[in-house]
């Protein structure tokens, strides 16, 4: 026992330590230098700064388009910035709507913050929409969501709270956050080990005990039936398709899917960044003016 026990413990933590940075390498993704703004767009813009439910605020661009007409949020996803949504932005200015764009946690040129992989990404949401309802150029009362990944997990949990959303735009939506770590992990680390996976997650939670370990986490389908929504899948993002598609089934609003060969990512660029950017503009335009 005495020989055994020190080395189960070294082989233990040696597990703890591979999973914990494992977790803390997609946690913390690469810092993106913005090497535009909505000048180079020829868009009217200010600076803001979104609440992120914590001590930190999360950079973002009001966007102004016609007095009193409606509001979109723009929520880009992992590992992009505010500056991947300004193409779609420019699409949405020209039919009048007012626009809000922001930074996602860990994310942009100078994250203070790690993401929280879906987990906390619905309070700065909250937190943008707040923003936009107080905006009084802006139609508070009829608003739209644009969100990718961890974005489009939020935009579906926060649309429950404020009925004021009407139109939600959900591109590689996935409902629990071990969904998206285990994407993650498999993306980032070619690893698709259940143990592997469980690892994680468990270190995950323990890293954030206050909400980890809720209940509360499932998104409120239910609630949405009034809404309309438009579910985005790519060709390039097969483990989130999947996870797309169970949501899509499981809910009864007025739906529609619809695939593209790439869905929203960082540097989107040619004939797939326009296709994608009208159909995006058509929904919002057809379901909010």
């Known amino acids: 026992m005495r020989t055994v026990l020190p080395a189960l413990a070294v082989v233990f933590a040696g597990i703890v330590v591979i999973h914990s940075v494992l977790v803390y390498k997609i946690s913390n993704p690469e810092a993106t230098p913005e090497a535009v703004n909505p000048s180079h767009y020829l868009l009217p813009s200010l600076e803001v700064s979104i609440p992120s439910g914590g001590k930190y605020e999360l950079a973002g661009y009001w966007i102004p ?19 991947d949504a300004l193409s779609l932005a420019v699409a949405l200015h020209e039919d009048g709507f007012n626009l809000l764009v922001y930074n996602p946690r ?47 997990r939020a935009a579906l949990k926060v649309a429950a709270e404020f009925p004021e959303v009407r139109a939600i735009a959900a591109d590689s939506a996935f409902e629990a956050v071990a969904d998206f770590l285990n994407y993650r992990i498999a993306e980032d680390f070619k690893l698709e080990n259940w143990l592997v996976q469980t690892g994680c997650y468990q270190i995950f939670k323990l890293a954030h005990p206050r909400r980890a370990f809720s209940e509360d986490e499932t998104l409120p389908l ?27 089934d499981r809910i009864r609003p007025q739906k529609e899917m619809v695939s593209f060969r790439t869905s929203r990512i960082h540097l989107m660029t040619g004939e797939d960044l326009k296709g994608y950017d009208r159909q995006i503009a058509s929904f919002f335009q057809l379901n909010l003016k």
């Open 65 to 83: 388009g016609l007095k009193n007409a409606p509001g979109i949020v723009l929520a880009p996803g992992y590992g992009m910035t505010r500056v």
């Open 106 to 152: 860990g994310s942009g040129a100078d994250p203070r913050q790690a993401s929280a992989l879906g987990l906390f990404e619905a309070d700065d949401m909250a937190g943008a929409i707040r923003f936009m309802q107080s905006r009084s150029e802006c139609n508070g009362k009829k608003l739209g969501i644009w969100g990718v990944d961890i974005g489009a």
């Open 222 to 248: 239910q609630a949405l039936s009034d809404r309309t929504i438009l579910f985005i899948k790519g060709e390039n993002r097969k483990g989130l398709a999947s996870r797309t598609t169970a949501i899509y």
